[in-house]
């Protein structure tokens, strides 16, 4: 049987220690974009339980939390040990125009989807102005009392 010696095992472990947030964002890549009336934010999470992913929302501040679990064990010996563990989070700050009370989220193939709606008071809407006599006669009525009065002073 092949034994690893790494010199080095100590050292990443301490860069993780003190690293550990800038690591662990980069362990949880995302994709975000703009597709029609909503947002789509979709995370790399290969190996994650998808029982331990928590999605929250507060304040416009989206917060997204998963675990991936090691093989630990008495009986383990680790010749190489590369994939990351542990719990990662990532937030972000959301524009006000995202309906956070509809977002809708699926885990599929280790990649979690939310797909956030744009909020309807966000979204362009067309005003209709109407024209015809009912706007002709207010502007008329005020018009021919601004005369009268005026000519009778």
Known sequence: ????IDPFRDVDRLIDQVLGNARNSAM?????????DHYVLMFDLPG????SIDVSAQDKT???????????GTDVQWLAHERPTGTYARQLVLGRDADL??????????VLS?????????KPRKIEVSHGQGS???????ASEVTSG????
Do not use: C, Q, Y
């Open 114 to 122: 939310l797909t956030i709606p744009i909020a309807a008071e966000s």
């Open 150 to 153: 005026g000519g009778e002073s």
């Open 48 to 51: 994650v339980d998808p029982g």
């Open 136 to 142: 002709m006669r207010v502007e008329e009525n005020s």
């Open 1 to 4: 049987m092949a034994t690893r």
């Open 62 to 72: 989206l917060t997204v939390t998963a675990h991936r679990s090691s093989h630990e």
């Open 101 to 110: 009370e509809k977002i809708d989220a699926t885990f599929n193939d280790g």
């Open 28 to 36: 949880m890549p995302l994709d975000l974009f703009r597709t029609g």
